[in-house]
């Protein structure tokens, strides 16, 4: 619909900076008057969660977080699956930006916008954008490593679930 490659693109009144849903990208109504620069690098982010499907990962770290809540390790989980899943998105828009600042900017720039519904993770949050912003203009992480740490950390929540399936099925008759 929005002219960006085969990815699923839809303008919506319930945001006001780009968002992944499923495998959808869900971008401001005024996404299309954007500079083409800030287009392509927030779609270049929201690519990226969608090939690291970020969604389905965040679905599954809250799933254990809601039946683990009694340990901090769940919630801790959470915030820190979503924050490496910035982190490569992040690293994704940047290696297609002119300068590394022109991003820093664009993330800026979103923040002043108004909020968006609580349903939704947007692609930025006041609490989140100082530390990512000083990422940012560093000098690159290497992505490797953090998408490493994101198998490893997934893994970790997954296994007590598959543990707790496997003694209820040997329970049974």
């Given at each position: 619909?929005?002219?960006?490659?085969?990815?699923?693109?839809r303008?919506?009144?319930?945001?006001?900076?780009?968002?992944?849903?499923?495998?959808?990208?869900?971008?401001?109504l005024?996404?299309?008057?954007?500079?083409?620069?800030?287009?392509?690098?927030?779609?270049?982010?929201?690519?990226?969660?969608?090939?690291?499907?970020?969604?389905?990962?965040?679905?599954?770290?809250?799933?254990?977080r809601?039946?683990?809540?009694?340990?901090?390790?769940?919630?801790?989980?959470?915030?820190?699956?979503?924050?490496?899943?910035?982190?490569?998105?992040?690293?994704?828009?940047?290696?297609?930006?002119?300068?590394?600042?022109?991003?820093?900017?664009?993330?800026?720039?979103?923040?002043?916008?108004?909020?968006?519904?609580?349903?939704?993770?947007?692609?930025?949050?006041?609490?989140?954008?100082?530390?990512?912003?000083?990422?940012?203009?560093?000098?690159?992480?290497?992505?490797?490593?953090?998408?490493?740490?994101?198998?490893?950390?997934?893994?970790?929540?997954?296994?007590?679930?598959?543990?707790?399936?496997?003694?209820?099925?040997?329970?049974?008759?």
């Amino acid at each position: 619909p929005l002219g960006m490659g085969n990815l699923d693109i839809r303008a919506s009144t319930l945001v006001s900076s780009p968002v992944t849903v499923f495998s959808t990208v869900l971008v401001p109504l005024d996404f299309e008057s954007w500079p083409a620069a800030s287009q392509r690098l927030a779609i270049a982010h929201e690519r990226a969660h969608i090939e690291g499907k970020d969604f389905y990962v965040q679905w599954l770290a809250h799933f254990h977080r809601n039946l683990f809540w009694f340990n901090p390790f769940a919630w801790w989980l959470v915030r820190r699956l979503s924050l490496l899943s910035e982190h490569i998105s992040d690293d994704a828009a940047t290696r297609d930006a002119d300068e590394r600042t022109t991003y820093a900017r664009l993330l800026l720039s979103l923040v002043q916008r108004t909020t968006v519904s609580s349903q939704v993770v947007p692609m930025i949050r006041d609490s989140s954008v100082g530390p990512r912003i000083e990422r940012i203009l560093r000098e690159p992480q290497p992505t490797a490593r953090i998408h490493r740490s994101k198998s490893l950390l997934l893994a970790c929540a997954l296994l007590p679930i598959i543990s707790a399936v496997a003694a209820v099925q040997t329970m049974g008759p």
